[in-house]
């Protein structure tokens, strides 16, 4: 591949998954690796995108600022590409950012993760397939980092990690490792833990630890479950199972959606899409009709 | 939802998945059932067609007439919607139907089955998230209608049944329970079956009973394995099963697929798609917005 016909892909926001999406990047055949940009280089990636340096950007930033860069770079006419996770308002960021970006002549993929992202894929399939029945999700064993961040906030907690065990049909337990600040008293932190809002619908048990980093592991996993009707037979049971280490999947499905964002634009299909909204062929390297061959 | 803006669906040939895709139009709200067409009445729905009658047709013949009718439908001015699964024959098919789609303003949907199908939605979506590492498609345990023909075509078969049981790592045993013609000695129908090109290469047994059809069971399933490296991180496991009746799912996903080929009709989007090509979103009743936020 010539390297003019390649993807120039940026990250921008290093953490975890910046890190593992370098990875991805440079993996690829099809992309060149366009750099890291921290957060206080917003400007200077958009200066790179004007001088045409850059197709696309990974936005690996803490998830609650997502909207607000994704906004930045597809109006400086940028792909963008966010594994933005916050269920419940992923619709109506798609919904904004689709004017965002085309005003910008751009396309953004949002919500491009696992959860959500490729499991959104397959409770898709699972519905078109058995379009009457349920469905569940059952994450982990993994770390959830929304409930580990509520568990370091309580008041005698030093540090913690909260771990998402499936119970099945989409219930879940916390197990939470918690070291506790020095004169903290376990009873206390222990109360308090369970009466959060965060803790407290669930099964949850608190386990005093000396050291919390020497648990940690970004090894996770899903359990998806269907069992639906199609046309006029029931009992129709398909299942997904991944295990996987979660930064490196979230980088890979970032990647790989990069992919399918330019592609979109050369289309001329500017607007925001979920990965539900994208061929699935689109994320892959290689021609088309290669991969039908090979895939279908 | 008005009558009018129901999609029109036809079947044409009425077998196993023929009757099944009829219960799931039916059963679709957003689908008006636009009959049932044998063989010898393709005339006549063509002229349903130029009547406005009919949007896609779900051609339900045997695969390899699929080709011709696919064709003639297409050039009617109708979609299509195929569960052709010739693997090896298909990106020919999508081709060819590509060029027939685009004079006709229409659009296909070949190898739209589950494996053919769905399957095909998994592997590329297991390619997307892990580029590097081993898919394998595991059958079964189910009856396979290719080795079923080809054991009833033996000399001296009355019937036959041909099971495909999942050894892992894409090795399968086939299981063919026959009836002899009376006079047929079982030794020497055995070792023609076994000498036949389509067992030669397995594990096989042959098993001699009295009456095929006791054993006779539309069920069959699948398992999907990859392992895989998203960016530098080896050893992402992921996996699909599926247990359902075989028809039935068949007949479903082509239902969902007349979905598809409509919308991209709609928007000018005119040729022959695998399935793999095709948004999964597009395969679902409702609004896009609403699924997006169920669903992602």
Not at 198 to 219: G, K, M, S
Request: one cysteine or more.
């Amino acid at each position: 591949m010539k390297p003019e016909d390649k993807i120039k892909v940026a990250i921008f926001g290093y953490g975890n998954i910046g890190r593992a999406a370098e990875q991805a990047v440079k993996s690829a055949k099809d992309m060149e690796f366009a750099g890291v940009y921290h957060h206080q280089e917003a400007d200077r990636l958009k200066e790179a995108a004007a001088r045409g340096e850059t197709d696309v950007v990974l936005v690996c930033t803490p998830t609650r600022e997502v909207p607000e860069y994704a906004k930045m770079f597809l109006e400086a006419g940028l792909c963008t590409v966010d594994s933005f996770d916050i269920h419940c308002r992923i619709a109506d960021l798609r919904r904004e950012l689709t004017a965002t970006a085309r005003d910008g002549q751009s396309v953004a993929v949002v919500a491009a993760g696992w959860d959500p992202g490729s499991d959104s894929v397959i409770r898709c399939l699972m519905q078109a397939l058995a379009p009457q029945g349920l469905t569940y999700t059952n994450f982990g064993p993994g770390r959830s980092m929304g409930h580990t961040v509520a568990a370091k906030a309580i008041e005698g907690v030093e540090d913690a990690l909260s771990m998402t065990i499936p119970l099945g049909t989409g219930v879940h337990r916390r197990m939470v490792y918690v070291k506790l600040k020095e004169g903290a008293d376990f009873a206390d932190v222990r109360s308090r833990l369970l009466a959060d809002d965060y803790f407290a619908h669930d099964e949850t048990h608190v386990i005093q630890v000396d050291d919390v980093q020497a648990l940690n592991n970004v090894a996770h996993g899903v359990n998806l479950v269907r069992n639906g009707v199609s046309g006029e037979t029931h009992n129709q049971r398909m299942e997904f199972n991944m295990t996987i280490n979660n930064p490196a999947l979230t980088g890979q499905v970032m990647t790989s959606c990069a992919r399918a964002a330019v592609r979109m634009r050369g289309e001329g299909r500017c607007g925001a899409f979920t990965m539900i909204e994208i061929p699935p062929i689109y994320m892959l390297e290689g021609e088309d009709e290669a991969n039908v061959r090979k895939l279908v």
